[in-house]
């Protein structure tokens, strides 16, 4: 525990985004996590990806599970709307949500547990469905609740706190939205906050469920040598596929006509997104085309055997319908519709329900 | 940069803005703990320890720690160093068992100071341990220089001013009142090993104006109020004119309010901004309905048969010109009526006494020319200190000259080089008491900064004597002492444990920390999470990281020494280090360390000692 609150003094140099808020108004309440926890990082990601973005915090609503990752949702925008669910099942909870107030933020957030194991169902089906969220997993590779037993994305020989290794094969969140159609998959590191930011800032953007894999170490169970989600071995085996910014649509600027110095900006390639914005992709890899499914598969697949961590915005469907598009649900969100059509009566129902006679 | 060397104790202890600002480098944070713990005894012998004059200085100090707090920094108020140092003093009990023991076996070594006032005092106080016989030549009847003759009772109490001399002078000093130093010569050939001149600067300025010398009613500030003090002068007529904006007018036309000054302007040339006097003895002075009228610029005393009636003045404007400098333009003129005024223009070192051929240079304006470092004179064996050395400055720059001449006088009597300064050492203490405990309070106090009460207008008015402040009670004194930041709380790193978690970054309220590429320090401070724009303040920069190379960067600026970079560190990389200064003192070197003034570990649980 931290028994002091994080003082509520700033920096004068403090930017305000165009609400007038600065960074600290996305805060929420102190961490109760171990020291040093991964997690801390990715709230504070999310804390700088709200902010850029200029998120009305009373316009979000965050979701999560059971888990040292589901606790992160009371660490940031402590003014958002939040449910933390039954363990695994955040993803019911938010479509249940989404479905009646399709206008909110949704930000998801869970972990290799609660995502991998117990909730797995509930995310593969989010993801077929594409419900309009931003699902974060922070991947640690263990149970850190309960004292560091190996979870399911624990990797092949990757060894315990006690030095035993794990025998049996990972699931890997990525690899597996891409192979059942999810229409955004990004892997970050919490200790790279440079490459999350625009990750998550993309993703909030993403019209649909945008999968993001965070390998997140949890430094109390899993930050030793012999762990391959430690963040030392992370950050040995890093390997950046693609870099990606987002650019909202007030800021656009074909890349001809941006000025800039980077010598790689001659690989800028702009995917538009259907609000207007766009995501700016920069070659890291030669020829990786983060637009085509199956060379994405094939990349990771290719880049894991040789024991590398590929790491960026990995796949983006620029064509991506979300849950309510697909569907064809009414514009305005449920609550907002007057009683009288969002419950027309018995007469309605009468009327419906002789269609299928 | 390179990385920053921590082991030089200068750069912890530029992080303590107050202790770095204070002429003595008194321990402020450190006594301010001790008053939160109530141990106002070990509060008092730290603060006597570098300022001699706890009691003295918590009512008069000039406070340059108090501009340097970080406090301002962060919000705008500092903290009330100087009010929490007068607490020490009220409330402490007998603190006399705890003086340092004078040998009764002297070292056969003796030397004369010239003046009683608060240099030489400390020279006194800083030899007598060392077994050296002090002899103090002092003109008045009483002890104290300035401290008793130009600051008015109701500044200091008189009782306060001969406690806290009593201590030094019952060490066994040997003073000899009503003796003034007539010949520099004469005191050269008594049997004297070292002579400190500490004599003060006891010329007030004069100002020469048509009018100057046709009447007796005209006064110099600082003789006018050493007349008060000693009781010749008890009344003032009703209108007086105080010319001049510094601190001894601000004496002078408070006093003038209190025997008999109904009508009392202070005159100044120049615009508020650049008046001398403090601000907050500039509000005493307003709070008592003293006029500061600002520039008019005197130009004529007018008398009437011999008698004066008043002064004219050239009301002026200033504006820079294009070399930078302020010059005036007169607008027009005023008549003010008076009946007597006080000069309070300022004042200069005087030594009639000593003869041209004494073997001791003077400079074009009369002052003795004396070395910096040594603070000796261009005779050998004669040292100079206070106002003496380089002219008007305050009590607290007069206590660490003292302090300074000492360890010279006793290099010199050592037959040691006085040049070669005894080196400045530091303690470093980790201040981890368990999980999530730290020997000292590190939750932000967002109090504003409680206000002196004072002693009721008409009340104060009434008598010399009334001391106007009447000290922190305990609300007051509880809140202010969680206002201090603990800068000597320092945050220290060990970039080998580091894992570049972030932690430290993401949970730094003030945004004062970085793990970039290293960088020439321009640079760098301008891609730091908050840029590092104040540039008198350092920024740390740590050896290379061990899993990036990085380097972990720190803009001491703005840190308020909250302790949660250590508290969120997994590796214990951030550690919080009470930073104790062991500034040397005469007759304590390496062989000879640090007293302590037997105050007890400053921070209990405290288990790592660097000495670099």
Redesign the interface.
């Known amino acids: ?11 004068p ?2 930017d305000k985004n165009e609400l007038g808020l600065t960074r ?1 108004d996305y805060e929420g309440v102190m ?1 109760t996590l ?5 997690h ?2 990715v ?2 990601a999310l804390i700088e990806a709200a902010w850029e973005l200029a998120i009305p915090t009373h316009r979000a609503a965050k979701m999560s599970g059971i888990g040292c990752s589901s606790k992160t949702t009371a660490y940031f925008m402590s003014e958002s709307h939040g449910f933390n669910s039954v363990h695994g099942r955040m993803p019911s909870v938010a479509s249940g949500a989404n479905a009646a107030n399709r206008d909110l933020v949704y930000i998801g957030v869970s972990g290799d547990g609660d995502s991998l194991s117990i909730g797995l169902g509930q995310l593969c089906h989010a993801v077929r469905r594409n419900l309009n969220l931003l699902y974060i997993i922070e991947n640690n590779g263990v149970y850190g609740l309960t004292k560091g037993q190996f979870s399911a994305s624990a990797d092949m020989g990757s060894k315990s706190k006690r030095g035993v290794p794990n025998e049996q094969p990972p699931i890997d969140p990525a690899l597996l939205g891409l192979s059942i159609g999810a229409t955004f998959v990004a892997r970050g590191f ?2 790279d ?1 440079n490459q999350l930011v625009p990750i998550i800032k993309a993703g909030i953007r993403h019209p649909g469920l945008a999968l993001v894999d965070v390998i997140s ?1 949890c ?2 169970f899993n ?1 030793h040598v012999g762990s391959t989600k430690s ?2 071995y992370t ?1 040995e085996h890093f390997r950046e596929a693609v870099e990606a910014a987002f650019v909202a649509p007030k800021d656009f600027v074909p890349p001809a006509d941006e000025i800039t110095a980077d010598i790689r900006s001659a690989d800028v390639r702009d995917v538009p997104m259907h609000d207007g914005s766009v995501i700016r992709f920069r070659q890291v890899e030669g020829d990786y085309d983060a637009t085509d499914r199956d060379a994405v598969y094939g990349y990771l697949r290719e880049r894991q055997n040789a024991g590398e961590v590929p790491t960026g915005l990995l796949y983006v469907d620029p064509e991506s319908r979300d849950l309510h598009d697909v569907l064809g649900t009414v514009d305005r969100p449920l609550w907002n519709l007057p009683f009288e059509e969002l419950c027309p009566g018995a007469d309605a129902l009468d009327a419906l329900m002789e269609n299928y006679r | 940069m390179e990385p920053t060397n921590v082991g030089n104790p200068d750069y912890y202890h530029k992080v303590v803005d107050c202790q770095w600002a204070c002429p003595a480098h008194t321990n402020v944070p450190g006594y301010i703990r001790l008053i939160a713990q109530e141990r106002y005894d070990d509060a008092y012998m730290l603060n006597w320890e570098s300022n001699v004059f706890p009691g003295i200085l918590g009512r008069t100090c000039d406070r340059p720690c108090e501009p340097a707090c970080r406090r301002v920094r962060v919000e705008e108020k500092p903290v009330a160093i100087c009010r929490l140092k007068r607490v020490a003093a009220d409330l402490r009990g007998d603190i006399t068992p705890r003086f340092p023991d004078i040998p009764k076996q002297k070292n056969g070594k003796r030397i004369a100071c010239v003046g009683a006032g608060p240099a030489s005092l400390t020279v006194a106080r800083d030899l007598m341990p060392l077994g050296y016989e002090v002899t103090i030549f002092e003109k008045n009847d009483r002890p104290g220089g300035l401290m008793w003759t130009n600051i008015p009772q109701f500044r200091l109490p008189p009782e306060v001013l001969w406690e806290e001399i009593d201590y030094i002078l019952d060490m066994g000093v040997d003073i000899r009142y009503n003796a003034p130093v007539e010949s520099m010569k004469w005191l050269l050939e008594q049997d004297f090993d070292a002579v400190f001149v500490g004599s003060g600067a006891p010329r007030g300025k004069e100002l020469r104006l048509p009018g100057r010398y046709d009447t007796d009613h005209i006064y110099i500030g600082i003789d006018w109020l050493e007349s008060v003090a000693f009781g010749h002068t008890n009344a003032i007529e009703e209108n007086v004119l105080v010319i001049g904006v510094g601190n001894t007018a601000m004496d002078c036309c408070r006093t003038s309010k209190r025997i008999g000054g109904t009508n009392v302007k202070v005159m100044a040339r120049k615009s508020k901004p650049y008046f001398k006097a403090s601000p907050w003895e500039l509000e005493d002075a307003e709070e008592e309905l003293v006029d500061i009228v600002e520039n008019h610029s005197p130009t004529e005393f007018v008398i009437e048969d011999g008698v004066l009636k008043g002064m004219n003045f050239d009301i002026v404007e200033w504006h820079e010109n294009d070399d930078g400098r302020l010059v005036s333009t007169k607008l027009d003129e005023a008549f003010f009526p008076a009946e007597a005024v006080i000069l309070a223009i300022g004042q200069e070192t005087a030594f009639p006494w000593i003869e041209d051929d004494a073997g001791i240079e003077f400079n074009k304006w009369r002052e003795a020319v004396v070395d910096r470092t040594t603070f000796m004179s261009t005779r050998e064996g004669v040292f100079f200190g206070g106002d003496a050395a380089w002219g008007p400055e305050n009590i607290i720059w007069a206590a660490e000259h003292g302090h300074q001449a000492a360890i010279s006088i006793h290099a010199y009597c050592s037959g040691e080089d006085i040049r070669k300064r005894p080196p400045e050492h530091m303690n470093l203490v980790s201040a981890k008491m368990g999980l999530h405990e730290w020997s000292y309070s590190n939750d932000y106090e967002y109090a504003p900064r409680r206000k002196m009460r004072h002693v009721r207008l008409e009340e104060r008015l009434r008598s010399i004597e009334t001391e106007v402040e009447e000290g922190f009670d305990l609300e007051q004194t509880l809140t202010e002492v969680e206002r201090c930041l603990n800068c000597d709380l320092q945050t220290h790193f060990t970039g080998s444990l580091c894992i570049e978690c972030d932690a430290c970054i993401d949970i730094c309220p003030l945004s004062c920390l970085t793990i970039t590429h290293n960088g020439a320090e321009a640079e760098l401070r301008t891609r730091l999470t908050a840029p590092a724009e104040n540039a008198e303040q350092d920024i740390y920069v740590s050896e290379p990281l061990p899993q990036t190379s990085r380097v972990m960067v720190k803009d001491e600026d703005l840190c308020i020494h909250c302790g949660l970079c250590a508290e969120r560190c997994p590796t214990a990389a951030w550690d919080m280090r009470t930073f104790d200064l062991l500034k040397p003192y005469a007759g304590q070197d390496a062989e000879h360390p640090y007293s302590g003034m037997g105050i007890e570990e400053m921070s209990p649980g405290g288990f790592m000692s660097v000495t670099p």
């Open positions: 525990m931290t028994y002091i609150a994080k003082p509520r003094v700033f920096h140099s403090l600290r961490s171990c020291a040093g926890c991964g801390d990082s709230t504070a919490s200790g906050k170490p430094v109390t930050d963040y030392a950050r």
